[in-house]
Every structure is written in structure tokens, then in C-alpha cells.
């Protein structure tokens, strides 16, 4: 039974450009929440989603970031025109939802900016 | 050991110490905290969690305390081990659902052979 997955493990990308950040949820977790970490600091939510909806996104920047929980496919983080301040490890967790909501981190992906 | 700027609290202890990990909550009504562990380049793994009708809980080599009186939580290692060498997150929730959580800061910990 795979963890949740999270792809790339590691993306650079130059200035403008856009970013795309993957997350596979555990099997049979119908929910799935994206937080940001910043070099020693602690985990920042960002959104909550479940399938096709998107439940909570108050802690998503007001402009170039969205997200997506498709019927079918993993979960999409996009952040574009990235600038530098956008460099952060960006994490994935999933629950099973119905009352148990204890978390599920994937080992994140390392946004570089460039 | 004390927070200064960005810099993390820092505990470093012997293999085979107890190590006791603190963390100050803010808000009176969470009913539910939990403690998480990273590992360098890894996600937060669960550790423990506990919810506020107890004040203690026990799980593998580790405890967790709440005094609910001066919001305080803490984690207990026993016997710590250079594998629990990470960074120790506390959470709460902060909202309606479990899973939007609030993170502390974190706490370094280093264990020596």
C-alpha cells in the first residue's frame, strides 16, 4: 500500500515560468490538503480539496497559485510566473475524510527558483 | 533551548537520555493536538496525538503531556535513539476540519551516539 506520492521530488525553474506540482493521495483517501514550509520554519496550509471541489483555500496566495483534485488523476499544484520568493519544499498530505481526519504526508517537492 | 529570529529551538542529548520536546499553544478551545517528526528531506511523519478531555497518553518510548491550564503540550523520549535525531512539529487544528492544521515551529533534535 503506497504512501502518498508526490512528483517531482525536486523542480527548478527560472523566473515567469510556470510550476507544476503533482500529489497521488494514499489509496482510498478521498482527501487531500497541500501546505508550504519555508527554510526553518513550520508547515503553512495552503488548500484542502476533495474530489472535484476545493473545500478551503484560505491559505493560497490571492494570485498565480491553484489547485485541482480531478475525478480521475492526482492532485495539481500551479503556481505561475514564479518569482523567487515562491522557493519553499511544497507538501502533499491525504486522510480517509469521514471523521478521521489524521494526516498522510508525502516527502514533498523542493521548488527552486531560479 | 530559546528561540532567537528564525533560528529553531535546539535539544541535543545523549543515546539513551530522555529527551522532553515543548511546545505553547494559543488557542484555548483546540480540543486536539498532535505531534509530527521530519526527518531531513521528508515529509512529517505522526507521532502521537491526544485530545483535550486527557492529559496524557502514552505510545512507544513516547508520552505526551497537555496542561490545558497554561496551554502547554510536551513530547517525552525515552531512552532516545540517534534515528529520533529530526525536527519535532506540534499541530492543532484550525478550523472545523482535522486536517487544516496549525504547525508550531519546530524543535531540533540531535542525539549523540
Known amino acids: 500500500n503506497a504512501g502518498v506520492m508526490q512528483n517531482p521530488r525536486h523542480l527548478v525553474r527560472r523566473r515567469g515560468q510556470e510550476a507544476r506540482l503533482r500529489c497521488s493521495p494514499m489509496?482510498?483517501?478521498?482527501?487531500v490538503y497541500w501546505y508550504r514550509q519555508l527554510p526553518e520554519e513550520g508547515l503553512k496550509f495552503m488548500v484542502y480539496?476533495?474530489?472535484?471541489?476545493?473545500?478551503?483555500e484560505s491559505g493560497m496566495p490571492k494570485e498565480r497559485f491553484s489547485a485541482e483534485f480531478p475525478k480521475e488523476g492526482p492532485s495539481i499544484l500551479r503556481i505561475q510566473q514564479v518569482v523567487r520568493g515562491d522557493s519553499a519544499a511544497y507538501f502533499c498530505?491525504?486522510?480517509?475524510?469521514?471523521?478521521?481526519?489524521?494526516?498522510?504526508f508525502g516527502s514533498g517537492t523542493q521548488l527552486s527558483v531560479l | 533551548g530559546e528561540s532567537v529570529g528564525l533560528h529553531l529551538p535546539t535539544l541535543s542529548v545523549q543515546e539513551g537520555d530522555n529527551s522532553i520536546i515543548n511546545c505553547a499553544y494559543s488557542?484555548?478551545?483546540?480540543?486536539?493536538f498532535i505531534w509530527y517528526k521530519q526527518e531531513s528531506g521528508k515529509g512529517p511523519q505522526f507521532i502521537i496525538d491526544?485530545?483535550?478531555?486527557?492529559d496524557k497518553r502514552q505510545g512507544q518510548r513516547v508520552t505526551v503531556l497537555l496542561n490545558k491550564t497554561v496551554k502547554h503540550l510536551s513530547l517525552q523520549i525515552a531512552a532516545t535513539q540517534p534515528g529520533d535525531s529530526a525536527v519535532y512539529f506540534c499541530?492543532?487544528?484550525?478550523?472545523?476540519?482535522?486536517?487544516?492544521?496549525?504547525f508550531g515551529q519546530g524543535t531540533i533534535l540531535t542525539v549523540h551516539p
Open positions: 491526544i485530545r483535550s478531555n486527557m
Open positions: 480539496l476533495q474530489k472535484e471541489n476545493i473545500i478551503d
Open positions: 488557542n484555548s478551545a483546540s480540543d486536539y
Open positions: 489509496k482510498g483517501h478521498s482527501h
Open positions: 499541530a492543532e487544528p484550525a478550523g472545523t476540519s482535522y486536517g487544516k492544521l496549525t
Open positions: 498530505a491525504s486522510s480517509p475524510g469521514f471523521g478521521n481526519e489524521k494526516l498522510f
